[in-house]
Each structure stands twice: as C-alpha cells, then as structure tokens.
C-alpha cells in the first residue's frame, strides 16, 4: 500500500552511495524493528518490473516472497537480492498480527518517500524509517489484510536457490548491461568483473542501475567470463558462461553458485 517504485528503463547514470540502516538491533538475536505494508495485488502481478531491474519475478524464481524497500535498506540498489525473514510483533500489535508464523521475502523493488505525508501517518517509506512494503500474499502470510500496515521484527537471512547464478546481457555496442540473478547466500552483488574469455585482462565493471552492472567495453559477440564478489565477500568467477556469438537480450546459466 506504499507504493513501490516500478522501473522499466534504462539508466546510464551509476546510482549513488548507500545509506545506513537507521534502526536499533533487538538484543540478543539480532532482530531489527520496522514496519511492513503491502502492494501489488493479491496475485502479486503489479510487483512485476521494478527497481531491481529483474523484470517478471515468476520467470525468474522469486515468486510472489518479494519486497520492496524503503530508502535506508534500499542502499541505492546494493540490496537488491538480499533476503529478509520477517515476522509481525504481536507484542506491538495483537490485532493485525497473525501468531506464529514468519516470512522470507527477497528484496526486488524499491518503496519511495512520499514527502507530502509524514512518516508515521502515510509516508511509511520517508528516510530514515526502514519500512518493508511487501508483495500482497507474503504480507498476508503474517499480518491481516484490514490492519494495512503492521509492526515487524526482521533479520537478514542467507538466501536459498535452485541451480546456478544466472546472467542476462542487454545493450548495445560499447554498452553491455548485465544483470546477475538467482544469487544465493548474501544475495546482493558488491562487484562484477567481466573478461573476454581465452585471456582478457578483468575489467571492472560498474552499478548502473538496481542490480544491473555495466561494461563501456566492446564486447560484442565473444565469449565472456564474468567475476562475481557478493556482500558476504565470497567470489566466483564464471568461466566462459557466455559462449561467443551471443546476442543482447539473451540469458546464459551457470553451474555454479554461493554457499
């Protein structure tokens, strides 16, 4: 009901620095208190899209467990994969909470401020507030659909996936824009290396955009490798993933994934 920011284009700009998380940790667990609202219908299609740039979120395995997040925890696209457990805190609120249950929901969007409400009456998203506007059915598994906005607890959690890191290259001549996804563990992408494979120096390459990254390299065509650093700091360098001859708008899996 915040009002998630859907993205469809393309940005060259480098989406700027990352902003702390304004919130006290719950002692001793960890748990961090915010608060949740939901969006996109109760079959999540308007979740489709977004500002993480991973586009249908039934293709591409996220389903409807998806969030987006307010400006501190959105960090400018760096959060973009992480996975969050959440839970509704009936010690806050009996009514809207449902009892013993939580939920696990991947970050995809981002829930913009609405500077013409105040924060604690409509404008849930407004730094520094960290604040979860969530897909309608992963908000249901946890609260109740009259209450329209619920207290949480939530922590990072590793995120869980099927079969190999994914990448999709888009673009165009001196411009491959490469989105990573299906990351699991950290989830989110601290940096990307790109190199034409068969002996290529590693190229960094930069944010663009959400969780996309991008080379002003010629490329066209031949095979690459990519060099993946996630959050946690773990890296893995994907030989050969994209066999040359390739064309923008393809999708090429790997078989190799974070732990």
């Known amino acids: 009901m915040a009002g998630a920011y859907v993205r469809t284009g393309v940005s060259l700009a480098v989406i700027c620095c990352l902003l702390a998380i304004g919130a006290d940790a719950l002692e001793p667990s960890g748990w961090v208190r915010a608060h949740a609202t939901f969006y996109g219908g109760s079959d999540a299609s308007g979740t489709m899209g977004g500002a993480c740039g991973y586009g249908n979120l039934y293709a591409q395995g996220y389903g409807t467990r998806s969030t987006a997040l307010s400006t501190v925890l959105f960090g400018g696209g760096a959060a973009c994969g992480q996975c969050y457990k959440i839970v509704c805190d009936r010690k806050t609120d009996k009514t809207w909470c449902k009892p013993g249950v939580s939920v696990t929901v991947t970050a995809t969007n981002f829930c913009p401020p609405n500077w013409d409400l105040p924060s604690d009456n409509g404008g849930w998203c407004n730094p520094p507030r960290p604040h979860f506007d969530m897909a309608q059915p992963a908000w249901e598994k946890i609260g109740v659909y009259k209450g329209g906005i619920i207290p949480v607890i939530y922590q990072r959690v590793p995120c869980a996936k099927k079969g190999g890191v994914r990448f999709t290259v888009n673009g165009h001549d001196y411009f491959q824009l490469v989105l990573p996804t299906n990351v699991a563990a950290a989830g989110s992408v601290r940096a990307m290396d790109v190199s034409k494979s068969g002996g290529g120096d ?28 996630i959050t946690d700091g773990q890296t893995i360098v994907f030989s050969n993933v994209v066999r040359s001859g390739w064309r923008f708008g393809q999708t090429f899996a790997s078989n190799l994934q974070f732990k």
């Open 202 to 229: 590693w190229m960094a390459m930069a944010r663009n955009w959400g969780a996309n990254w991008h080379s002003l390299a010629y490329l066209n065509g031949q095979a690459l490798s990519f060099r993946l650093t």
